[in-house]
């Protein structure tokens, strides 16, 4: 069985420098620690259950709310970013804020913001209404924005042809979905729809790759936490091919089965997916001959 794995495969640049920053950060637990605060992330610092494991047998808290962070806890922000109300709560808490927030969902943010000073109308954000960086983007919105997952949304948010709209997308979005997205606002809309290009690039890399690997093989696996959206993606895009897919966290889901009689096997693995357990998957698939 011949083996074909993404170069795209694993960590982007927005999710290495925020687990940089974490390790960074963990330098001064000890310090922390005996003053009687503490190192927390809000949220998961990736999405990858394992990982999340790892950090908390470090000492790492993972905390879901602000409202749980004390004076002088030491709180990073991961790569998806947070609501502005968020940020301001545990600025009145006295935490102090370790801001990891992706350069890319940063620039988002700000280019939402600048749309929304200069009153150029409602947002139109393609992403899933509870994923953590478009609740962090639909702040910088006010909350002057609808958010929507797909087509089919879009055309049930009943949008007055007259009215003044613009468009940005959740950074890890499928790009052929945001580009019908686009024709169909224009055919939609009697003014043109000014559009932020909020994709990134490490996103449609990964993609196009997924994309292309997936039309040469027989089987596709993907690793990566089930709770990533980007790695949901990918195995999406990976089954438009029309090939079957496994999508796994770890090499012990692997269902061997479905591999049998399979010459070419792609494999690829999400923005958030650690290369120890990407390569845990590659020897076994390698195992199993
Ligand atoms: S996928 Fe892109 S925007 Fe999201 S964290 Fe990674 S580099 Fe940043």
Redesign the pocket.
Known sequence: MKILRAKTAGF????SLALHRLEQAMASMPELTRRGQRLLTLGPVIHNPRVIKEYEARGVLCIDDPGQARRGDHVLIR??GIPRHVEEELIRREAVILDAT????KAAQLAIEKQRKEGLGTLLLFGEADHP?VRGLVSYADGDALVFGDIDALEALALNEKGAYYLASQ??QDIEAFAQVKDMLHQKLKSPVPILETI????RKRQLEAYRLAGKVDIMVVVGGLNSG?TRRLADIARSQGVPVVQVESAAELPRAMFQGKERVGLTAG?STPADHIRGVHEALAGMG
């Not at 982007?12 to 999710?15: D, F, P, W, Y």
């Not at 992706?102 to 969902?105: G, I, L, N």
């Not at 990134?200 to 996103?203: E, K, N, R």
């Open positions: 982007c640049m927005g999710v790569a998806h992706c350069p890319r969902v960086e950074t890890t990134c690039g490490a996103t980007n923005a």
